[in-house]
């Protein structure tokens, strides 16, 4: 792993990490060792063949884990890939509770990586499923009161109109959900997805450092 390959977005991130920092720096070395190119997106360390994303390294409580964003299409003959829920229709996750497991999985971890190389330079795409979005029934009140919001709603893209629903429909009081869409309703109106800061972009893209106010 040359320095020429280090991206410096990346070291930094490392320099932060309390809770997997031994696994991150190893699975870094696997993944630079595919001949990948190093990036930082979505506040993670992102690794890319001609600017199109393969794998990505992230980390929660209970597990830290490689992402393949096109995992759907991998064979995983280990059986080892999960889906993180049933939402997730492309991605798919190796995951890892110690540096051990990292160490003694090398050679699979490489050859699934290998594996979704292959499938970048293919041109495979996973055929995502067109889920039919439906309209919780506080929200279809506020559509009635207010057709503007119904307009600019339905103006969003399907990823944020399924975000916005998945938010409302969480709670199950109804109070709850209709203060979450009351909360929301500036934020539709000017074109913002639920994640979407006042700078445009999402909080969880790569050029927005998460330092901008959200609507409130």
């Not at 991130?13 to 031994?22: A, I, M, P, R």
């Not at 290998?114 to 889920?131: M, P, R």
Request: hydrophobic letters at 35%.
């Amino acid at each position: 792993m040359s320095n020429s390959k280090l991206n410096p977005k990346v070291d930094d991130f490392l320099s932060e990490e309390k809770n997997w920092k031994e696994e991150f720096v190893k699975l870094r070395e696997i993944v630079l060792g595919c001949e990948l190119t190093e990036d930082f997106k979505w506040m993670h360390p992102c690794y890319t063949l001609n600017g199109k994303n393969i794998v990505l390294i992230h980390g929660f409580k209970d597990y830290c884990a490689l992402l393949f964003h096109k995992g759907a299409l991998l064979k995983d003959s280990e059986k080892i890939l999960i889906q993180q829920t049933e939402n997730v229709q492309s991605a798919r996750q190796i995951r890892f509770t110690t540096l051990q497991e990292i160490v003694e999985m090398e050679s699979t971890i490489k050859a699934y990586i290998q594996e979704a190389i292959e499938v970048e330079k293919a041109g495979l795409e996973v055929k995502v499923e067109k889920k039919e979005i439906i309209i919780p029934e506080e929200l279809q009140t506020k559509f009635d009161e207010l057709p503007a919001l119904k307009t600019a709603f339905e103006a969003l893209t399907p990823g944020r109109q399924r975000a916005y629903i998945l938010h409302f429909t969480q709670p199950k009081q109804a109070k709850t959900r209709e203060s979450r869409i009351m909360k929301s309703i500036e934020r539709i109106l000017i074109g913002k997805g639920l994640n979407d800061c006042i700078c445009g972009l999402s909080k969880r893209m790569p050029n927005c450092d998460g330092s901008h106010k959200n609507i409130q």
